[in-house]
Antibody
């Protein structure tokens, strides 16, 4: 069965970086792209970007350009999202989600369990 | 960016009720519209994709409709496990954007 298992919670100081992992299993890793979505406490969902798991090419939301790096390691079927220069407004749960494009639709069919990143001094 | 606006932001209903949530896009997105359900402390769960296609395993009481800029999610007969927050999301263009959410609460 398809599973996306993320790394654990992190506490970081302002200005630091965080790297969240997303281990995929149960399907061909280099097929669907992996997206990253975050959710601040009590807030809605915000798309951050995707990584083409086949080529490794990323596509970032403009808001995060220059501050986010998405990579993958096909040998261990794991994707990573690194966010630098953290501020308090980066405190959020970060999700990875599998992106499917088929039959004229594009959607996120499986999600990781989320990784809470807390930015605090 | 395409703005997605849901209404209402919150909704009180009872088990057995028929519930409708609407989502409006700031420009036409054809049928590139998805609906997710999220319960507290959990990841979102896909309910409807392509505006009207029911994701495998999702109960048939959930249905979606619409195209262009106006979309609806309907729960035909509300069950206790349906109290949650619902999000629409457009996949027509980058960046992918979500509605602000509709919190469905027990009346």
């Amino acid at each position: 069965q398809v599973q996306l298992v993320q790394s654990g919670a992190e506490v970081k100081e302002p200005g630091a970086s965080v790297k969240v992992s997303c281990k995929a299993s149960g399907y061909t890793f280099t097929g669907p792209w992996l997206h990253w979505v975050r959710q601040a406490p009590g807030q809605g969902l915000e798309w951050m970007g995707w990584i083409n798991t086949n080529s490794g090419d990323p596509n970032y939301a403009q808001k995060f350009q220059g501050r986010v790096t998405m990579t993958r390691d096909t040998s261990i079927t794991t994707a990573y999202m690194e966010l630098s220069r953290l501020g308090s407004d980066d405190t959020a749960v970060y999700y990875c989600a599998r992106g499917i494009a088929a039959a004229g639709a594009k959607y996120f069919d499986y999600w990781g369990q989320g990784a809470l990143v807390t930015v605090s001094s | 960016d395409i703005q997605m606006t849901q209404s209402p932001s919150s909704l009180s209903a009872s088990v057995g009720d028929r519930v409708t949530i609407t989502c409006r896009a700031s420009q036409s997105i054809s049928t590139y519209l998805n609906w997710y359900q999220q319960k507290p402390g959990k990841a979102p769960k896909l309910l409807i994709y392509g505006a009207s296609k029911l994701q495998s395993g999702v109960p048939s009481r959930f249905s979606g409709s619409g195209s262009g800029t106006d979309f609806t999610l309907t729960i035909s007969t509300l069950q206790p496990e349906d109290f949650a927050t619902y999000y629409c999301q457009q996949s027509y263009s980058i960046p992918r954007t979500f509605g602000q959410g509709t919190k469905l609460e027990v009346k």
